[in-house]
């Protein structure tokens, strides 16, 4: 019996497996828009059997993107495309959410696939803000530090962010406080030296991690899950740590946040090998998280087989597996995770005559099979 196929409830939205599509940055869009990439990318992974379909990184402003081509949800006009996912995914039987970001001073950079470093005003580039004025390296651009009214304004459009994914018929949220965006930058000494109420103790680090849940929660129903993603350690001598995602996570738990997706890193940058990559390097997070926050979890980073998603699961080190690129090389990845663990799959009706083991062209069986597809 396997417990990665069997369903998870966070609140009123009851997820069909433990299976989630990451965030992930297409940097597809057009002033914000998604557009049909959007809806086959993120459908494509909704018929493959995930249980719950995130989007990538969406920008809650329009200074708050991280390239002029990322996903937005920061005006009205916004909604109505991504009400084509939404209703898509859940066609397909799929919970589908946004992830609300800001990426302060890792805003008005290139899209991955044209180098590094900032985009420059011609070019639709911004001065993007921060809690100061570090830029993230030489490369990067240099920040404004943002004053009271500035964080006021991103709370808000937070909330606003909110409303709209409701509008969009978004059953899930998820809080990016990770990988050195904005909240992560006010979350890690490393990058907030401020010495006004948003800086310098745990207490105020956290504040903008906090009001920004609460903010949400004004307009983001009781009955949906509202989920968070930590970096849950800087790997740097005096940055943010495990220890105070733990206590952060235990903080958000009585804010009416019902999970924390565990990932780590991003908001400095690190000598290459510093971070120990390798299969399931960051389930330990997941799971001291879970157990010393008393909160659910999720673990993501190179989880890839079957049978590991299936034990991270089974053995309780947490709830819910969050998977990123073997999504991309195979979409369809839950549902032969599901027939190797023995559990049922939900094959679209319109694929069933392909279910099968992969690999199996040669299969006697499926010959056969061949010849009756001529129809
Ligand atoms: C193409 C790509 C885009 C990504 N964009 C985002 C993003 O928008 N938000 C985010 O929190 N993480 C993002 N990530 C990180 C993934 O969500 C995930 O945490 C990471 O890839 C580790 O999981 P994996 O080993 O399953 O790929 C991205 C990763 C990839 C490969």
């Known amino acids: 019996m396997s417990v990665l196929f069997t369903p998870y409830t966070m609140r009123d939205v009851t997820l069909r497996n433990r299976i989630v599509v990451s965030p992930m940055c297409e940097y597809s869009s057009v002033d914000g828009f998604a557009n049909d990439w959007h809806v086959v990318h993120l459908g494509s992974r909704a018929v493959g059997g995930a249980a719950l379909v995130l989007t990538e990184a969406i920008a809650v402003t329009a200074e708050g993107r991280i390239s002029p081509s990322d996903l937005g949800i920061w005006k009205d006009e916004h909604v109505e495309q991504l009400s084509r996912i939404a209703r898509f995914c859940n066609s397909q039987g799929a919970a589908w ?36 004025t570090e830029p993230f390296n030489d490369s990067f651009p240099r920040p404004q530090a943002l004053t009271e009214d500035g964080i006021a304004a991103i709370i808000q459009a937070f909330r606003n962010a909110a409303q709209r994914t409701l509008d969009a018929g978004g059953e899930v949220i998820e809080v990016h406080a990770a990988h050195g965006y904005l909240i992560h930058q006010f979350l890690s000494p490393l990058v907030n030296t401020r010495t006004d109420r948003w800086g310098g103790s745990f207490e105020n680090r956290t504040r903008l991690a906090i009001e920004t849940v609460r903010a949400i929660r004004t307009v983001w129903p009781e009955r949906l899950p509202l989920l968070v993603r930590f970096s849950s350690t800087d790997y740097a001598a005096g940055g943010w740590d495990l220890e105070q995602t733990i206590e952060l996570s235990r903080i958000l738990r009585g804010e009416a946040v019902d999970l924390v997706d565990a990932s780590s890193g991003g908001v400095v940058p690190l000598p ?104």
């Open 97 to 132: 959410g946004t992830q609300l970001a800001h990426a302060g001073r890792k805003g008005s950079t290139k899209v991955t696939w044209e180098g590094d470093g900032a985009v420059a005003p011609e070019d639709g580039g911004w001065v993007p803000v921060a809690p100061g």
């Open 272 to 375: 290459p090998g510093t971070i120990p990559v390798g299969p399931l390097y960051q389930l330990p997070f997941a799971e001291r998280i879970r157990r010393e926050a008393g909160i659910a979890t999720g673990a993501v980073g190179m989880i890839t087989e079957p049978a590991d998603a299936e034990a991270i699961v089974a053995s309780g080190r947490a709830d819910l597996v969050i998977m990123a690129r073997e999504l991309l090389r195979d979409p369809y990845w839950p549902l032969y995770a599901a027939r190797t663990l023995g559990a049922t799959a939900p094959w679209p009706k319109q694929y069933a005559r392909a279910e099968g083991p992969r690999a199996s062209l040669t299969a006697r069986s499926h010959i056969a099979d061949e010849r009756e597809i001529h129809n």
